[in-house]
């Protein structure tokens, strides 16, 4: 069995309006998740979750490794790939998608977040995500 492994992160934004998350739609399989790709060579799990926010967005973020949520799952036979997702704050940056990888990029609030991821276990990510952050917000 081969073993995958990738690192991304839910990046928030505050706004007067309340948190708002970044969600990117994958070119490979057109689903809308969230910034991640495959670690290269000695990368750490969170210098590969920088990188790929980074290509994938255009956007700086502060990592949160307090929060790290691990979704394993086989995305073809023989194959088993964990991603690994850390929380982070957007710190800057102008967004562009990298339009090899992401066809939309934008930013939305938590119950639109909700309703448009696609995945049930990338909607796990969310709440595990929502729910950790809500605690450090004091709410």
């Known amino acids: 069995m081969k073993l995958e492994k990738s690192c991304g992160a839910v990046i928030a934004r505050d706004t007067p309006n309340g948190k708002e998350i970044l969600l990117i739609r994958h070119e490979n399989g057109g689903h809308w998740a969230f910034p991640k790709g495959h670690v290269e060579g000695e990368e750490t799990e969170t210098e590969t979750a920088l990188r790929e926010i980074r290509e994938e967005t255009g956007l700086a973020v502060a990592l949160d490794t307090g929060f790290r949520h691990t979704v394993t799952y086989s995305p073809k036979p023989g194959v088993m790939k964990d991603v690994i997702y850390f929380a982070a704050q957007y710190t800057g940056g ?37 729910e950790y952050t809500a605690g450090k917000d004091g709410k």
């Open 94 to 130: 102008e967004a562009h998608r990298q339009e090899a990888e992401v066809t939309e990029m934008r930013w939305a609030l938590a119950e639109e977040a909700r309703s448009t991821v696609t995945y049930e276990n990338d909607r796990g990510v969310l709440e595990a995500f929502l």
